[in-house]
């Protein structure tokens, strides 16, 4: 399994070095039960956000022979670029492929209060991490927000985004 973080514009790409085995990807939907004379009924429910955990370590300048082809050597590029994303409250890319390339999660999502990292005696970074789904959709796009005002502005450099923009009527 590979894990690809990027910023929103794709162009900072941060392969996970190393991917645990136990990566959770939570789907679901928001369905009630309501009870009638009649018996229960299960009502279908709107989609409920992704959302993605797991733990692993960033190497600190060392090459193990285990780690993703790809991935960066300083284990810190990772930490200053998940702290950029909080700071600056804007949306990261996750990807994530099996080794046969076929895609498993492929979102934009915000880092959870569940961001912890610490050193090890080793001196890399062992982390936990949770990623919750940023939906894009129109109601996103019409909420003014200074932040959203931002992604927006972010998004409209690339020439796909635009094309979604205007599909959906927005530009």
Same mark, same amino acid.
């Given at each position: ?41 299960? &009502?279908?429910?709107? %989609?409920? &956000? ?9 190497? #600190? ?59 090890? %005696? ?13 939906? #894009? ?17 972010? &998004? ?5 985004? %635009? %094309? ?5 009527? &927005?530009?």
């Amino acid at each position: 399994m590979y894990i690809t973080l990027s910023d929103i514009n794709g162009t900072n790409l941060f392969i996970v070095p190393i991917v645990p085995p136990d990566v959770d990807i939570k789907e679901g939907g928001e369905n009630d039960t309501l009870k009638t004379v009649k018996g229960n009924v299960r &009502l279908v429910g709107e %989609k409920s &956000l992704t959302t993605v955990s797991w733990s692993s370590i960033f190497p #600190v300048n060392k090459n193990y022979g285990f780690v993703a082809v790809g991935s960066r050597v300083n284990g810190y590029d990772y930490i200053n670029f998940l702290q950029e994303a909080e700071r600056t409250k804007v949306p990261i890319r996750i990807i994530i492929t099996t080794l046969t390339k076929r895609s498993l999660c492929n979102m934009l999502a915000t880092i959870d209060d569940g961001f912890a990292w610490a050193i090890d %005696k080793a001196g890399d970074i062992r982390y936990s991490i949770s990623l919750t789904e940023f939906p #894009v959709s129109k109601w996103d796009y019409i909420n003014g927000s200074p932040t959203l005002k931002q992604f927006i502005n972010t &998004l409209a450099v690339q020439s796909v985004a %635009k %094309k979604a923009l205007a599909k959906v009527g &927005l530009i």
